[in-house]
């Protein structure tokens, strides 16, 4: 089946770097979609992308739907301490309306001060 | 204000007992989920319900089972063929237009003893 490969698994960092994170799929997608969760609770979105080359802003966090349709990059710049959690990309080969996501299997940031 | 809830946050259940977790949901949406979620792997959908009275199966149903008789409600039964039911089980609901922007609970973490 479709499978999404997340990187870096974990980062700790300190406060006011920028990190960067990815997602590749050995399938084309349709969407791209990122969420973050924080300890205990459920994931909150982030980011979605519903174009190839798309590149969206939220904040300090940027996106990237990639141009080959097989992978999105999300960066978030001058980190601080309330950005620690799991990212997760997660994408969908259907249309915006029959989508089943697959998820990466998550980025764990943390944040020193 | 509008959401999704989940309950019980904690519950613990002896081999062999079947449970019930409940999922609310006041946002309107026809589209609702479940997940679940082990250390380190991705979010994996257990049940999907687009409309009242049906329901699919995800990557990973069997040993669960679901209902969907109210738009508001998709309760997630963990039955005892469950080899392996220790996890954070995740609900989200989601519009039918843009099913890849899930809104999630607070998820529900089930511990067998």
Known sequence: GQ???QSPQSMFIQ??????MNCTS????????????????????LIALYKAGELT???????????????????ISASIP?????????????SSNTGKLIFGQGTTLQVKP | DGGITQSPKYLFRKEGQNVT?????????DAM???????????????????????????????????REKKESFPLTVTSAQKNPTAFYLCASSMLRNTGELFFGEGSRLTVL
Do not use: M
């Not at chain 1, 990122?34 to 909150?44: A, I, L, M, S």
């Not at chain 2, 977790?21 to 949406?29: F, I, K, R, V, Y």
């Not at chain 2, 979620?37 to 319900?49: E, K, N, T, V």
């Not at chain 2, 009275?53 to 040993?63: L, P, R, W």
């Open chain 1, 15 to 20: 406060e006011g770097e920028d990190v960067s």
């Open chain 2, 33 to 67: 989920y479940w997940y679940r979620q082990d250390p380190g792997q991705g979010l994996r959908l257990i049940y999907y319900s687009q409309i009242v009275n049906d329901f699919q199966k995800g990557d990973i149903a069997e040993g669960y089972s679901v209902s």
């Open chain 2, 21 to 29: 977790l409940s999922c609310e949901q006041n946002l309107n949406h």
């Open chain 1, 26 to 45: 050995s399938s084309i997608f349709n969407t791209w979609l990122w969420y973050k969760q924080d300890p205990g609770e459920g994931p909150v979105l």
């Open chain 1, 57 to 75: 802003s939220n904040g300090r966090l940027t996106a990237q739907f990639g141009i080959t349709r097989k992978d999105s990059f999300l960066n």
């Open chain 1, 3 to 5: 499978q999404l490969n």
């Open chain 1, 82 to 94: 309330s950005d620690v959690g799991i990212y997760f990309c997660a994408g969908s080969a259907g």
